[in-house]
């Protein structure tokens, strides 16, 4: 379904995204059917990774549900930083585990499954690095062709994970929007099926999965506060959009989390548009960063995130990359943790929220580490 203009589509064809809207199209379920099966009971005895959530995912047969493993990532606790910041209920949901050592694993294995299931067999995607190589991996995995694009400065550990997959990668001047223009010109004309963010509608059914584990993790509540780097912005949506369908299914109440979407300074389009009251965010100019994965100067599905962000009233903050890489050092030092620059955001952005009283002493905040700092040596 199209949350824009409320179009229906066939779930069995191939779809894309809404020409009319220009909008990405969400997945809807069953959900009265889902929780006659899917219960906390069921799921404790059922194989451990995200197919446990299988009635609220879009694979039809079995034989489709790819896996490398990943799901059911940790949910740490911070006790150091809990200390040191005057908050006893902080903890990290360490997304570095997954298969390619980050959360693009969620997603991907999801839009791969799926596309295979309807036929595809060569897929295309622009990427930072980690997106890239993790559709490499799905799709040796579905023995699929892959053709991914990657600006040329993109982290060298991608650049040769995807060519080790077998994938075709092409390094690319400029950023993931000059790559994303690139990959759509060849998508088009050589029939590859695009899988950019938000382009095709399982990315996000994929991503959600964190959300659906956080409720889990917390006994069927949500914390109080979500701090999430954000650059396509596929998890964020993705969580918010599971939170509403546990509440359907009975299984959360109707509290949520405020979300906090955090970004780069020197690429923060969602910020802007938050500190403007914008309706989307303006594209960012020059933008540049560390964390490769926050380049994102124009997300697609920048309506969702502001919805999300709003409906929670949640917030957006902006970091330097300085605090990136002081938090980096913190995260390592302090709890063991060799975040990625994108996960040591949120730790720098919570410092922020913190300073300003936006966060109480009281609550209980989770960040979001999305990969291993290890990709970006």
């Not at 059922?46 to 896996?67: C, N, S």
């Not at 993705?238 to 369908?245: C, L, R, S």
């Not at 989307?280 to 490769?292: G, K, L, P, Y």
Request: hydrophobic share 45%; charged share 20%.
């Amino acid at each position: 379904m199209c949350p824009e203009c409320g179009k229906h589509f066939n779930a069995d064809t191939l779809q894309t995204f809404c020409a009319d809207c220009k909008s990405p199209l969400e997945a809807q379920y069953d959900l009265n059917k889902a929780s006659k099966t899917l219960t906390p009971e069921s799921l404790s005895s059922r194989p451990r990774g995200i197919w446990r959530w299988t009635e609220l995912l879009p694979v039809r047969g079995a034989a489709h549900r790819l896996t490398l493993g990943e799901g059911d990532t940790p949910l740490l606790s911070a006790p150091h930083l809990s200390r040191t910041l005057n908050l006893p209920s902080l903890y990290i949901k360490d997304e570095a585990p997954n298969p390619t050592a980050s959360f693009k694993a969620r997603g991907l294995v999801m839009a791969v499954a799926r596309a295979v299931e309807l036929g595809v067999t060569e897929f295309v995607i622009p990427t930072a690095g980690n997106a890239g190589s993790a559709l490499a991996a799905y799709a040796a995995r579905a023995h699929a062709k892959a053709h991914v694009f990657m600006p040329k400065d993109a982290p060298l550990a991608n650049q040769r994970e995807v060519q080790a997959y077998g994938a075709d990668l092409v390094l690319v001047d400029g950023l993931i929007s000059d790559a994303g223009k690139l990959a759509a010109e060849q998508a088009a004309k050589y029939g590859w099926f695009d899988v950019s963010t938000f382009k095709e509608p399982y990315r996000l059914e994929g991503k959600k999965t964190m959300g659906l584990e956080l409720a889990e993790d917390f006994n069927w509540e949500v914390p109080d506060v979500i701090i999430y780097p954000t650059g396509g912005g596929t998890g964020l949506v993705g969580m918010w959009k599971a939170f509403a369908e546990l509440e359907t299914m009975g299984l959360i109440g109707s509290k949520r989390p405020r979300m906090v979407t955090v970004q780069a300074a020197g690429c923060a389009p969602v910020v802007r548009a938050m500190e403007q009251n914008a309706a989307r965010a303006e594209f960012w100019q020059n933008a540049e960063t560390i964390a490769a994965g926050l380049r994102v100067p124009g997300p697609f599905a920048d309506r969702q995130i502001l919805r999300a962000l709003r409906e929670s009233h949640g917030t957006a903050v902006a970091v330097t990359d300085k605090e990136i890489t002081t938090a980096q050092n913190e995260l390592a030092q302090n709890e063991g943790i060799f975040a990625a620059p994108e996960g040591a955001a949120a730790l720098a952005a919570l410092k922020h929220l913190l300073a300003i009283g936006w966060i109480k002493t009281a609550e209980r905040v989770v960040l979001f580490n999305t990969g291993s700092g290890l990709k970006y040596l």
